[in-house]
């Protein structure tokens, strides 16, 4: 049997208690509250009215550590019904499928998946056979999948190509509101951030009413190298884990800078292409303050989407007329960017547990209490 049912049923329904019984959590459950703005009522890109989010998540046998993730904009065709996009390409050491025509046509038409490198051609017909398939698309010959990716060949077994087109679906059809799983799940199962095992994390914002009140949510997959921050604090320096250290202090210690990161933006801000563009910048200065550096051989892609129900495109109108925020307004959705992406970063690395993968190799997670006990942070108590 292709899949360990069993196995894979338990990881997609016990991640969650299992990062909470290994005293794990989200950053903000250790006290930690980064940045000005407030976060949704969820903390995730949920918070954005209409956006869902699916996991598949495989673990096979030793060696299989990897899986799907899949981002729906919204309840409607998107094919028929699409968002304004955009995106930025930090460091293009990638295979991010989809982009040139979201930069020609600034709209993005179907669901953003996301998965390991060598399964992006997977993804592509996984969307395909989602969009094709769905009512009103009968007579459609052409689809701008947009599919990223990030390496988990350290833990999986990735030349294996182990997920399928029907995974893609799956995770596109198990989409939905609410709370977001993160960690090692979908996308994030297999993969490294900074030594530490990386995954899948989320955070939001939510505007001051006065600022407009608009809310931003981000969604990442973590697999990229540097010097681990977190809040300000230079974590990883104080660990003995970061990049360069074997030049800098330790011959023995080696730790490449590379790997990749995929940060997807979404808002209900009435934003047109050409803004999402410059909200996307600032996800990269996001990613900047987690101690990321976006290294020569690391794919770190921002993909930026608003669902404002007034600016969807719908082609079956002769004109489009939208109504877009001025640019004056723009630099509180900046600021919520950069914050929100730090802490889906961060909440990427606490919510993860160690990991067993391809040859036994293991990679730990980002150990909670040393963290705390450097940032100057007292545990919270567990009664």
Request: hydrophobic letters at 40%; proline letters at 5%; charged letters at 20%.
């Amino acid at each position: 049997m292709r899949r360990l049912l069993v196995c894979l049923a338990l990881t997609a329904l016990t991640t969650a208690a299992h990062a909470q019984n290994e005293g794990r959590g989200r950053i903000r459950d250790f006290g930690i509250t980064p940045g000005i703005f407030k976060p949704g009522p969820l903390n995730a890109i949920t918070d954005v009215p209409g956006v869902k989010v699916g996991h598949v998540t495989i673990v096979e046998g030793d060696n299989v550590r990897t899986g799907v993730t899949a981002i729906v904009p919204h309840e409607g065709n998107l094919f028929r019904l699409k968002c304004p996009a955009a995106i930025y390409v930090g460091n293009g050491f990638g295979k991010l499928a989809g982009v040139t025509q979201v930069q020609e046509l600034g709209n993005i038409e179907s669901p953003i998946i996301l998965t390991n490198t060598l399964s992006v051609a997977q993804g592509i017909e996984g969307v395909l056979t989602y969009t094709l398939g769905q009512k009103g698309n009968e007579g459609v010959g052409s689809v701008n999948a947009v599919v990223g990716e990030t390496n988990d060949g350290i833990l999986n077994d990735i030349r294996g190509r182990h997920v399928k087109a029907s995974d893609v679906v799956e995770a596109i059809m198990k989409a939905k509101g609410g709370p977001v799983e993160e960690g090692c799940v979908g996308a994030g199962t297999g993969t490294v951030c900074f030594g530490w095992k990386g995954g899948i994390g989320t955070s939001s914002r939510v505007l001051p009413a006065e600022l407009g009140g608009y809310t931003i949510g981000i969604l990442v997959q973590s697999n990229y190298g540097g010097v681990l921050e977190i809040d300000g604090i230079p974590v990883g320096q104080r660990l003995g884990q970061y990049s360069f250290r074997g030049s800098v202090e330790n011959p023995d210690y080696l730790m490449s800078p590379d790997g990749s990161c995929m940060m997807v933006v979404f808002t209900d801000a009435p934003l047109d292409a050409r803004n999402l563009q410059r909200l996307a910048k600032r996800a990269m200065m996001g990613m900047a303050k987690t101690g990321g550096i976006a290294s020569n051989g690391s794919g770190d892609y921002v993909i930026a989407v608003s669902v404002n129900k007034g600016n969807l495109i719908d082609e079956s109108q002769e004109f489009y007329r939208p109504t877009l925020l001025r640019n004056d307004d723009m630099s509180p959705l900046f600021e919520a960017t950069i914050e929100a992406t730090a802490e889906a970063l961060w909440n990427s690395l606490f919510m993860a547990v160690d990991t067993k993968g391809r040859d036994g190799r293991v990679v730990p997670a980002l150990p909670i209490g040393k963290t705390l006990e450097v940032m100057g942070k007292r545990p919270p108590r567990r009664d």
